[in-house]
Nanobody
Framework: QVQLVESGGGLVQPGGSLRLSCAAS????????MSWYHQAPGKERELVAA????????NYVDSVKGRFTISRDNPKNTVNLQMNSLKPEDTAVYYC????????????WGQGTQVTVSS
């Protein structure tokens, strides 16, 4: 069955960095666009970054441009989110998402990993 398993979340001080990873299984990873979403308490889940199936295209929400970098390793079935210069407003649960179309919410979700930015 399809599985997406996120890791790498934690507590970090403002200005710090974290690297999130998502390990995928149960589907042909190289055929799917991958995305990271986040959801802060009391807010809707929001698309943060996306990468096309062959890594040709990437896109980011304005609030993370220049700070976050999405990448993927198709032979290893993983997608990563490098988060630098973290801010308290980046605090949220981060979810991995797989879908057939770039920058469009897909059907497959991970369980999420908590990122907390606080001094």
């Amino acid at each position: 069955q399809v599985q997406l398993v996120e890791s790498g979340g934690g507590l970090v001080q403002p200005g710090g960095s974290l690297r999130l990873s998502c390990a995928a299984s149960g589907f042909i990873f190289s055929n799917y666009a991958m995305s990271w979403y986040h959801q802060a308490p009391g807010k809707e889940r929001e698309l943060v970054a996306a990468i096309s199936s062959g890594s040709v295209s990437t896109n980011y929400v304005d609030s993370v441009k220049g700070r976050f970098t999405i990448s993927r390793d198709n032979p290893k079935n993983t997608v990563n989110l490098q988060m630098n210069s973290l801010k308290p407003e980046d605090t949220a649960v981060y979810y991995c998402n797989a879908g057939r179309y770039f920058w469009i919410m897909g059907d497959y979700w991970g369980q999420g990993t908590q990122v907390t930015v606080s001094s």
